[in-house]
């Protein structure tokens, strides 16, 4: 299939971009435009908050992986992505931002951002009532990110 | 012949005071601060370490934060994608409508004769063929076409 192009190795050097538009029968929808920080930072509460959306999309997936046969379910679980994000920059802008910004410095581990991440779950939970489970997590002792002293922990404060 | 009054008694007996801890002590100190060490590690272990095949009961939970985080996303990012390949698809189908429209007969479209699949493990190399009954093996589409590879999650 590839061709071997003499400056890219295997593949073309340069991207193929493809710019014809969405046909016009499917409605538009914006795309979520974050980049990998700020979604790691909001995926717990994504799961939490777009929970329908998301499990009525991986059931259509589970009928048929065309991607043609989703496409609603996947606007809607988009459309609730941006709109929980769109609420969280306008309750907890500071916390979250201070989160993901952490996250990108730290290696995008959670556990080295305990402190950001404790500040932005209050605050959710105060002002859009959306708490962090970990499901599966062993019941009756505290979940990993509100263990007061784990053994994971930044070496620098 | 010996002296008078016999030899001096040799010097060999310990002329040292003992001092510090004694050896029980220092034994029992290591191995106090081993066990505490070990201890720290397992607890630490169960916190943090990845396991390949890990089941409900195992518990190490950054993992599994880790694991959550992502499967969270995992319906936002698949949307997006889907969306791009569809775009893309039906972009190519418009491309080769317009390029062979005037070759009698032809049927646009290798879509739709292969079966989506998801490969379940991308190690799974068999899974990667459609299933023979349903594939048209006179169709030269690439097979890449007809394997949608899903990113996926290797500790579930």
Redo the contacts between chains.
Sequence with gaps: MSQVHQQGGVYPPKEYVESAPMPANIPHVDEVGATSGPLKSASFFIGAYCKEYNEDFMLCKNENRDPAHCLKEGRKVTRCAIDLITKMRENCAQQFDAHWECLEKRNQEFYLCRKQERKLNSCMFEKLGLTKTIPGSPAGQPQIHEVQNPIYKPIQK | MPPAGGFESIKYKRNLPFRGPGAYAILGGVTAICAYGFY?LG??NL??RPKLEAE?SD?R??E???M?????????L??????D???????AL?REREIMKDVAGWEVSARGKGK???LTNPAGGEKRIPQPEIRDTGDSS?L?RLV?N?PVCFFL
């Design positions: 720290r607890k630490g916190e943090r409900p518990d939970e950054l599994r934060e880790k959550w985080s992502r499967i969270h996303l995992v319906p936002l698949t949307a997006e994608g889907d969306r390949q569809y775009r893309r698809e039906q972009a418009a989506w699949v998801m690439p890449s949608y899903e």
